[in-house]
């Protein structure tokens, strides 16, 4: 009955597509796409369906208050924001009207179970006290920290020099996503997946955690939530491969779990155990949590930590092959911090190089790890850009759309420009330039208020490292010239990838490492 009544639905949706979608009049009066009873904006959505950020982008740079309102067949309200007041509105004054809500963790919570990125209210706020003091300790910082250089000198480096020796095309943003996936599963797992050996095959592990995000992407991303419930019901097609592939991440990581809490266990002084309690699984199984939990925290980590950075650095690298003046205004950043070689790229180091950090902000304003974030409102109220909210509805904050937006940054907005992020000209600040306070309500990127990410900071650290290291050494160049298609599923990625050419400089920093 449910499948004839769907079928209905789509046949009166292709009737008002061809018979509507060219009349100018809105149904409903908002600022948001046409809409029309019943089925909404189904007609828009369908025509827009493989640009739609770029088409929610352009709907709110026409509107007033940079909010529009989207009615979508079989859901609530849709209110979509590049507004920054009604950002910090919506993450920090009123927090907590504004939880994750249940339709979003019905969309992620196969996956992520009761991990910390999929719950709200008490179990949200354990977890986030939790997560905050481990986060917070010097060692956790040393560990991520020497991990880094491991990974980088041992792997990353050796890597990009045997294609350079070579002369081979590799793809940069699979190398740059088998690099992070190796560094969060040793920080979070304490287990080494071995990504960047090309010479083994991808983990069953590694796979179903792509095939897992993916197909959990693409639920958000449906004209009708009807269709992949029903599809889950009963275990058909994509929701079929997502079922599996959950079922082996849960596995896998549960059966880490279990291994590492028995070596705990039986460790006669666990100051001399191997682990030492550095990684993160093992603090938390030390510290005494239930399996469960630790395990959906972990995989919340994995999930946050494995592409968010390589994306970036990504993007970065494609922006700076484009842009040769800003590649070489980094090189002499280092260079100067590093005195001609006679300091290290250290975390002291990093932490000054500001031409980088605005670098990083730059290429992720225009090309953020999280296109979109959205939350459901507990009780009816009103944005402070006037829009209304009813209790239920979705409101969604667009950090693709507001790096886009003329009224926040100015008529140059689609240009790359690290100086945007200095308080005086860009050539003033190699070696010390200041960086502007930029209101994390404008460039919501890390999230803000009580739900601001955590790993900010090491993120940084991680971006930084790689991008110094890698540009002291080697000439990236991609061997295509076209545009790169962006892709947002649970975090966006470059279509096809990023093929290049690595070539080693004449003349590198040698202590880069």
Known sequence: MFIFFLII????????????????????????????????????????????????????????????????????????????????????????????????????????????????????????????????????????????????????????????????????????????????????????PFCLDFSTPISPLVQAFDTASMISAMRGAAPVYAVWKMKRMFNLGEEKKLKEAIQLVHTSVMEIVQKRKTELENAVNVYDYEYKGDDLLSRLLLAGHDEKVIRDMVISFIMAGRDTTSAAMTWLFWLLSKNKNAEEMILDEMNSLINNGERALDFEVLKEMNFLKASLCESMRLYPPVAWDSKHAAADDILPDGTFVGKGDRVTYFPYGMGRMEKLWGKDQLEFKPDRWFEEPVIMSIGGGRLKAV???????FQAGPRVCLGKEMAFIQMKYVVACVLSRFEIRPVEEEQPSFVPLLTAHMAGGLKVMVKRRIEYISNCL
């Open 439 to 445: 209101s994390p309500y404008k460039f919501p990127v």
């Open 9 to 192: 639905i789509l046949c009166l949706g292709f009737f008002f597509f061809f018979t509507l979608s060219t009349t100018p009049t809105k149904l409903f009066s908002s600022n948001g796409p046409s809409s029309y009873p019943i089925l909404g904006c189904l007609p828009s959505f369908y025509k827009n369906r493989f640009r739609l950020l770029d088409w929610y982008t352009d709907l709110l740079s026409f509107s007033p208050t940079l909010t529009i309102v989207v009615h979508r067949l079989g859901a609530r309200r849709i209110i979509v924001t590049a507004n920054p007041s009604n950002v910090q509105h919506i993450l920090k004054s009123n927090f907590v009207n504004f939880p994750k809500g249940q339709p979003f963790t019905e969309i992620l919570g196969d996956l992520l179970g009761s991990g910390i990125f999929n719950v709200d209210g008490e179990l949200w706020s354990t977890q986030r006290k939790l997560a905050s003091h481990e986060f917070s300790t010097n060692s956790l910082r040393e560990f991520v920290v020497k991990t880094l250089q491991e990974e980088v000198e041992n792997r990353l480096i050796p890597l990009l020099d045997e294609a350079a020796e070579r002369k081979q095309v590799i793809d940069l943003q699979d190398v740059l996503r088998r690099f992070a996936f190796d560094l969060v599963s040793r920080v979070s797992l304490g287990t080494d």
